[in-house]
């Protein structure tokens, strides 16, 4: 290994990491050597590991890490994994552009729903000129969002930007409310649905959202309510979205997250007309972004 600051290795069972980061380590921080784990010859001399969905001894070989990296805000697949030293503090990408990127797919997707664009795109395709009927005021859409850490209060403050009534929903009342939106706790949540037209789910991965978004939620929100799954595919119950979009209780769904990921070929998302599948493609930290997190917590760390 090359003499250096501090060593890395990246890992990673759904991306290629170095392909993806290992130009902008070079050229941001040429004190730290990055390696693939086939080319690290002395395991104790790696003193940190970049990751997001890591293979299940991707820690094990390392005696000495100093940090464990996420390239991405959520860090569930890291957590879950077997090989994980105690001890070792796990740190996520927080960045304001991630939260940015968010927000703006969100509003893509709201204005794909309250503006039914998927049915514009059909009647495209069969040479038809038809207006629809419902409104297009986003005033009189309601928006909800679940979650209002720093991606959730990026996307509520862009819907509110385009003119949608906000509310979101949260474990406490935050700390600094946004004017013009209404905050609703869990232990409102029943009213929070009530009111909400588009729901949004930018929730982290807990024991307390793992298949949160069930029959009964889909059940609570108001007929034909549309569903944007931002958050992790293990949030969702898929076969109860599944017979809510049939009775049309939903009336669509964007779906970016999903368990497993990839999505399989043959899954019923694919095909379905009034779903809406990308592959968890919503926000995404630039490699500076990383770099720069990488740096300023390993300089903490010593």
């Known amino acids: 290994m090359s003499q250096s600051r501090w060593t890395g290795v990246v890992t990673c069972r759904t991306l290629d990491l170095r392909a993806r980061f290992g130009a902008a380590f070079t050229e941001l921080a040429p004190e730290i050597t990055l390696l693939t784990p086939d080319e690290v010859t002395d395991p104790a001399a790696v003193d940190f590991v970049l990751s997001w969905v890591p293979p299940k001894d991707a820690f094990s070989p390392y ?9 991405a805000a959520g860090m569930d697949a890291i957590l879950a994994c077997p090989s994980l030293p105690k001890n070792v503090p796990v740190i996520r990408v927080e960045d304001p552009d991630q939260a940015a990127q ?3 797919f969100a509003a893509f997707h709201i204005v794909w729903h309250h503006r039914q664009m998927g049915l514009h795109l059909e009647n495209q395709a ?30 509520a403050l862009g819907a509110r930007a385009l003119g949608y009534p906000v509310a979101t929903l949260s474990r406490n009342l935050p700390p600094k409310p946004e004017a013009g939106m209404a905050h609703f706790t869990d232990a409102h949540r029943a009213a929070f649905l009530a009111r909400t037209d588009i729901l949004i789910n930018v929730l982290p991965m807990t024991p307390a959202t793992k298949g949160l978004f069930d029959i009964d939620l ?26 809510a979009l049939e009775t049309g209780q939903i009336s669509g769904a964007s779906l970016d997250v999903f368990a497993p990921e990839p999505l399989v070929a043959e899954h ?3 095909s379905h007309p009034k779903v809406f599948v990308t592959p968890h493609t919503a926000s995404e930290a630039e490699p500076p972004a990383v770099v720069a997190n ?3 917590h390993l300089s903490a760390i010593g």
């Open 294 to 296: 990488v740096v300023k």
């Open 218 to 243: 889909f059940a609570a929100l108001p007929v034909g309510a549309a569903f944007i799954h931002l958050g992790r595919g293990a949030q969702l119950d898929e076969s109860a979205l599944l017979s």
């Open 126 to 155: 069969k040479g038809v000129w038809k207006r629809p009927a419902s409104g297009r005021s986003p005033a009189r859409v309601r928006v909800g969002v679940m979650g209002f850490g720093l991606m959730g209060r990026a996307v």
């Open 102 to 104: 968010m927000a703006g």
């Open 268 to 270: 019923p998302f694919w």
């Open 63 to 71: 005696p000495n890490l100093r940090g464990i990296f996420s390239i």
